[in-house]
């Protein structure tokens, strides 16, 4: 299983425990009889490294965070676009509806095309 794979719960539980036995490996060389100053110097050492390192994770996360808000934001422009053609395209149904309606009228008045006022068909008057 790769760390890839990993939960974050289960990544935070690995790394915590990496922590503790390299911190604690440096305080078990007192054990092996090295010197206070020499420990001190190592666990600054290792200490500088785990924060180099968690930099780097923390900028690999921002960028991978990144790549997923621009293509968020790719998205929401095409939806935006496709929201405007519809507009558009509703506008321009509007206005031939209305155009329609207006020949009806017009087509009413000059009693060429009636209404039965039932539902039926309109006749058209010769």
Same mark, same amino acid.
């Given at each position: 299983?790769? &760390?890839?794979?990993?939960?974050? +719960?289960?990544?935070?539980?690995? =790394?915590?425990?990496?922590?503790?036995?390299?911190?604690?490996?440096?305080?078990?060389?007192?054990?092996?009889?090295?010197?206070?100053?020499?420990?001190?110097?190592?666990?600054?050492? &290792?200490?500088?490294?785990? &924060?180099?390192?968690?930099?780097?994770?923390?900028?690999? =996360?921002?960028? !991978?965070?990144?790549?997923?808000?621009?293509?968020?934001? !790719?998205?929401?422009?095409?939806?935006?676009?496709?929201?405007?053609?519809?507009?558009?395209?509703?506008?321009?149904?509007?206005?031939?509806?209305?155009?329609?309606?207006?020949?009806?009228?017009?087509?009413? !008045? =000059?009693? &060429?095309? !009636? +209404?039965?006022?039932?539902?039926?068909?309109?006749?058209?008057?010769?």
């Amino acid at each position: 299983m790769t &760390v890839k794979k990993l939960g974050s +719960s289960e990544k935070l539980f690995l =790394s915590a425990l990496v922590n503790i036995m390299l911190f604690g490996g440096v305080f078990a060389l007192k054990m092996l009889g090295l010197a206070t100053d020499s420990i001190l110097l190592i666990l600054a050492t &290792v200490v500088s490294l785990e &924060v180099i390192y968690f930099t780097v994770f923390i900028q690999l =996360s921002v960028n !991978k965070n990144t790549l997923s808000l621009e293509t968020v934001t !790719k998205h929401i422009a095409e939806i935006r676009e496709n929201e405007e053609k519809a507009h558009t395209a509703l506008i321009y149904t509007g206005h031939q509806i209305k155009l329609i309606q207006h020949e009806l009228d017009t087509l009413r !008045k =000059s009693r &060429v095309f !009636k +209404s039965n006022g039932n539902g039926s068909r309109p006749r058209v008057q010769a």
